[in-house]
């Protein structure tokens, strides 16, 4: 090796090696969020298991608890959120134009939405599928026999698009009428004036719990019609913020992968000798300064929502409103999909 060029490749190593090691910058939507002194979250205007408000204000919903984890990270206080109900049509506006830190609304990650909007989506933090919602007065037992039906839903979504292709692919010729929001789109299922209902399942689930006159009445028909991933997003352009939005959700995930709840966090912050438990409890190496965060921001987000499994299991799993399996959402060692990217 040339010696004029060892000084040059050991100062580029060193440099290397030095900048891997460094904390991250804040970016602006922290700053913002810090001066602020909350995260403005964009969610549903009311599904039953993600994010609707009750009675008196009071938010509740696996999206919401996303939203909280992310301000117990960043804020100190799972409390400090703003949460901004949008519509289908209001929700990509909104973010782009910087009404809302995240948008975490039950929103399906796609080629089209994650290439073409100025968006990044963050993690997965449920796995849907579209269905359909039939009364049970009209004897169908399988999407198979809805053959010139009509179905409703809601426009701006993948739901209608979802519907027209299924129908083309399968042969089974069905009418869809769309309406603008997702209420008046139900409402007119439970009318009467369409056959079936379809969006995604989870929501499903919430519509007959919540808003049939009689749950027993109606079905959901078995078959899945496609995939939806349904995950939280940030704007492009600040890759300080999108790694929070990102890693808050994993550390929820991995928390339940190595046993840590809200019930356990505080004993195993102080007796834990678990390297795995001890990076999640804010014991072990300092991961925080990489997000440009403290040593704590995962211990206070599982601390104020609990792992994932809590997570789901109080919003959308057997014993809550909805009473879903977990089923592709349990840990990929339990036979489900969810599956951390390592908090180390």
């Known amino acids: 090796m040339n010696r004029t060029f060892r000084p040059v490749l050991a100062t580029l190593a060193a440099t290397l090696a030095l900048a891997s090691a460094a904390p991250a910058f804040a970016g602006k939507v922290l700053d913002t969020v810090k001066q602020r002194g909350s995260v403005k979250c964009g969610v549903t205007n009311g599904v039953a298991g993600f994010s609707a408000p009750d009675t008196q204000g009071n938010w509740s919903g696996l999206d919401v608890d996303t939203c909280r984890a992310v301000a117990a990270a960043v804020l100190g206080d799972a409390k400090k959120v703003e949460f901004v109900p949008l519509n289908s049509q209001q929700r990509f506006s909104a973010l782009q134009a910087g009404e809302v830190d995240i948008l975490a609304r039950n929103t399906t990650w796609n080629l ?18 579209q269905g359909f919602l039939v009364p049970k007065k009209i004897k169908v037992t399988s999407a198979k026999q809805l053959k010139g039906a009509t179905i409703c839903t809601q426009s701006g979504t993948t739901n209608e698009k979802n519907v027209a292709d299924w129908s083309k692919a399968q042969g089974i010729p069905v009418k869809t009428v769309v309406f603008e929001s997702f209420e008046a ?11 079936a209902f379809t969006t995604d399942t989870s ?20 078959e899945l019609i496609s995939k939806e991933p349904l995950a939280p997003l940030v704007r492009r352009g600040d890759d300080e913020w999108f790694a929070i939005v990102k890693w808050v959700p994993n550390a929820l ?3 339940e992968e190595v046993g840590i709840t809200q019930a356990n966090i505080d004993t195993l912050k102080s ?13 072990g190496d300092d991961l925080g300064k990489l997000l440009g965060l403290d040593k704590d921001w995962s211990y206070r987000a599982i601390k104020a929502v609990g792992n994932y499994g809590e997570v789901f299991e109080r919003n959308v799993g057997p014993k809550s409103v909805l009473g ?3 089923g592709a959402n349990n840990l990929w060692n339990k036979g489900g999909l969810l599956y951390a990217l390592p908090v180390r």
């Open 324 to 326: 879903l399996p977990r």
């Open 112 to 129: 089209t939405r994650d290439a073409s909007l100025g968006f990044h989506f963050t993690t997965i933090n449920y796995y849907d599928g």
């Open 253 to 255: 995930i991995e928390a």
């Open 271 to 283: 007796s834990s000798k678990d390297p795995a438990q001890q990076r999640l409890v804010g014991s």
């Open 203 to 222: 929501a499903l689930a919430g519509l007959r719990n919540k808003e049939a006159p009689n749950p027993d009445d109606y079905i959901i028909l078995p």
């Open 185 to 195: 789109s139900f409402k007119a299922f439970f009318a009467g004036r369409c056959q």
